[in-house]
């Protein structure tokens, strides 16, 4: 049986915290893509293609990898036949992720504890179809199984939060609240698709968006909306922290040219999208927001498979952008201003991990602890060796003991179990350190530890008490 009850957990202290603290947390997934539709709607899967497999590019970049055509992965090949294709790359895994992570998810989704391969596929497809069939393997029966508090999806300021309000007035037993997201209004360097998005922001806040001060007015609009269905976190994708300052005339005058149709220059690009990022930061600041900052990435680096694909197919990668700089400058900012609100940095570049991770250190305010967080292991880092790289770099420079610990960034609700991962292997890092005499061998000191980082720091940090949210 290679997922045991110790996997991963290598001294006794490490299988005790874990067993006896770590394993009894609640989940709070304060980051993920999940589909509001499917909570709100209690979605049951009809086969194991549905839930494990579509729209997950990790797994078509192993595939592709293998040398499978894309019709397995994105194209029209039948469920079965996708899920078969899977299967015959998942052997090719072994030391990457998705080898622990299929192993695990099947374990504890449909108790199988099979290797998945060409030889056993059609025994675990089987298997887990009928499973799935079953109450407790719909959307709210895995939230329930998995004791998920708090789920924080990842949403437009443009949606009207549907979902989330249809998912308030169900039976559904976990907390789901929105995000707030507004990349798609930095994008002004593509006029055409921007000016659409300005005008669906006005229609989703009742707003005349012509001029730049109508349109800041329809995103604090909505902004004030999330806040009363619950939001309390906003999220920003980027490649790096924007930085070119300028004036709100010079933004203005940017705002027209694109509303007009005309083409922005890139200088004009980051102006705009930094005038914009720090009204975000006052906006959330205001409302005692976290904002999370995703930093970066290199994306659709495949213009074959942009023009056939489309983004987010599985075709971006690790960027090597300076980020020291225009972080400093852009936290500084805000809090030069007194507008900085509780921010989590996380970085894809594993060469950042320790420029992130003193960078915290800079803006704290003296008064909320662990105000600047130095976010988990993200994206390609989301894995055995980067968390533990994460982990260090943060014990090295910060205090771990405020860290709100992890998430799982994914759209999958079958990627519950990566909470398990990450608390196996955060365990295993304390249990090792114990063993070596390099922190006090001592339980209860270390099972505090475990509790705040599992789950009640992150039940502090964003206001995610049972009761009532914070105002």
Known sequence: ?????????????????????????????????LPPADIASNRSFANLFEIWLEGDHYKWRAMRSNGIPEKFCTGNASPYDKFSAFAATVPHTLRNPLFHWSALELKRYFDIDDLLSPASADSIWNTANARLQQPDRSVNGILKSFNVEVVCTTDDPADSLAHHRAVKDSDCPTRVLPTFRPDALLRIGQPETWNLYVDRLGAAADTDTSSLDSTLDALASRHEFFHQQGCRLSDHGLTRAPAAFCSRETASAIFDKARSGATVSPLEQDQFATFIMIRSGELDAARGWVKQLHLGPLRNNSSRALRTLGPDSGFDSIGDSSQAEPLSRFLDALDSGGSLPKTILYNVNPSDNYTFASMCGNFMDGHTPGKIQFGSGWWFLD????????????????????????????????????????????????GTDAARGEIPDDFELLAALVQRVCHGNASRFFGFFNGPLLA
């Open 383 to 430: 894995q055995k060796e980067g968390m533990e790289w994460q982990i260090n770099a943060l014990s090295n420079l910060g205090l771990l003991s405020h860290w709100v610990g992890m998430l799982t960034d994914s759209r999958s609700f079958m990627s519950f179990s990566r909470h398990e991962y990450f608390r196996r292997i955060f365990c295993n890092l304390l």
């Open 1 to 33: 049986m290679f997922i045991h009850n110790d996997f991963l957990l290598h001294s006794p202290m490490a299988r005790r915290l874990y067993h006896e603290v770590a394993a009894r947390q609640p989940i709070i997934d304060y980051h993920n893509h």
